[in-house]
């Protein structure tokens, strides 16, 4: 009679072992889940039900939307949010796509040119807004050396204006635009263009049909981060603005500092939100679209 032993084969135990390590990791990051629903799902919670309660009899109403429609100044300050972020991201795509094109095409000097692009990212936006307007004021650096050289006979109103705002949202959104785009600039093989060049395609053709249609994805997305991220901008347009150019941002500061309507600056938050969202759902519609394109082109 024979017995047969059967061990138990190391493989066996690996799904039991990675099945371990992986609670032990969801235990882990359950106190950091619990701070982020603390920290800002619970507020989100808050500003959504405001939005939906009437400040005077504290029942559910559609009264503060209702507002952001009737009241031509906030139509106005929603149009003129979207205007100046869509502005900004124009200036920012090709000032960016400039730069790190430049950058991707030179290896030797890449790290020490992106890193001039990141030294902004750790200056204060309070301090840069600060150097702006001693550059752009009427006796700033700039119309002092306009007026030197002859080119105006008294100083241009460059600040305390929408010019001002857009020059200074344009200098602290243009490295956050960079760096999405560079990321996606350097996995570009640089044979497919050698390739182009190699069959008689000339440099603007190379570009057009070549390097253009790869690096729409950085291009996408540093657009995409730059939109999103102008639509909240509330110091720079402040203190650049002088009170002349109101975002949305400075309006739902206006509804809880002065007016003391929480309800009503709930409503204009959460519609700030919707306006993110909706940007963000746009995209992702466009690139499934894209790539259902390329598989009916690929089949």
């Known amino acids: 009679m024979t017995a047969t032993l059967t061990a138990a084969s190391p493989r066996d135990e690996v799904p039991a072992v990675a099945k371990a390590r992986f609670t032990v990791r969801q235990f882990a990051v359950l106190p950091m889940l619990v701070l982020y629903a603390a920290l800002l799902a619970y507020p989100m919670g808050?500003?959504?039900?405001?939005?939906?309660t009437s400040s005077d009899t504290g029942e559910w109403t559609l009264a503060n939307f209702s507002r952001l429609v009737t009241e031509p100044v906030t139509g106005i300050v929603v149009l003129d949010t979207l205007r100046v972020a869509g502005v900004t991201t124009l200036f920012c795509l090709v000032l960016g796509y400039v730069v790190s094109y430049t950058i991707a095409r030179m290896p030797r000097w890449g790290s020490f040119l992106e890193g001039?692009?990141?030294?902004?990212l750790m200056t204060s936006v309070l301090v840069r807004a600060f150097v702006w307007i001693a550059l752009l004021e009427d006796r700033g650096v700039v119309n002092t050396l306009l007026m030197t050289?002859?080119?105006?006979q008294e100083p241009i109103q460059l600040v305390y204006n929408e010019t001002g705002v857009l020059i200074g949202m344009?200098?602290?959104?243009?490295?956050?635009?960079?760096?999405p785009?560079?990321?996606?600039f350097r996995q570009i093989d640089q044979r497919l263009l050698r390739a182009s060049d190699s069959l008689g395609a000339s440099p603007w053709t190379t570009f057009w049909r070549v390097y253009l249609p790869l690096s729409l994805p950085g291009v996408i997305a540093g657009g995409l981060l730059?939109?999103?991220?102008s639509l909240g901008f509330?110091?720079?347009?402040?203190?650049l603005g002088g009170g002349q150019t109101m975002l949305l941002a400075q309006q739902i500061e206006v509804q809880v500092q002065r007016l003391l309507q929480l309800n009503q600056a709930s409503a204009l938050s959460l519609s700030l939100i919707l306006l993110v969202l909706v940007a963000w759902a746009l995209v992702a519609i466009a690139r499934i679209a894209r790539r259902a394109t390329r598989k009916g082109e690929e089949a």
Not at 149 to 152: A, F, H, K, P, V
Not at 170 to 179: A, K
Not at 181 to 184: D, W
């Open 149 to 152: 050289l002859g080119i105006t």
């Open 116 to 120: 001039l692009v990141l030294i902004p």
């Open 234 to 239: 509330y110091v720079t347009p402040a203190m």
């Open 181 to 184: 785009m560079l990321a996606v």
């Open 170 to 179: 344009v200098h602290v959104m243009l490295p956050l635009t960079i760096i």
């Open 226 to 229: 730059c939109f999103v991220l």
């Open 46 to 52: 808050l500003i959504a039900v405001r939005a939906f």
